[in-house]
């Protein structure tokens, strides 16, 4: 489920660009998932996709859905 929901990004990239979108956050959901699992608490999984997605927006920067470029 963790995964899936980014196919809703087919209406702002290509499919192959959303396609292996959605398999990166796929694996992204097991290994939170794994996290959760072995610390038994929630914060752990928020906080390292809190991160994943900071590195990622000062990496590349956030876009929005017309696909101009809020980054730098």
């Given at each position: 489920m963790f995964g899936s929901e980014h196919f809703l990004n087919l209406y702002s990239q290509?499919?192959?660009a959303t396609i292996i979108?959605?398999?990166q956050?796929?694996?992204m959901g097991f290994v939170f998932a794994s996290i959760f699992v072995r610390t038994?608490?929630?914060l752990?999984?928020?906080l390292c996709h809190?991160?994943?997605d900071y590195v990622?927006?000062?990496l590349w920067g956030m876009?929005?859905?017309s696909n101009i470029s809020f980054g730098w």
């Open positions: 290509s499919f192959s979108q959605v398999l956050t796929t694996a038994n608490n929630l752990f999984p928020m809190f991160s994943l990622v927006t000062i876009q929005n859905s």
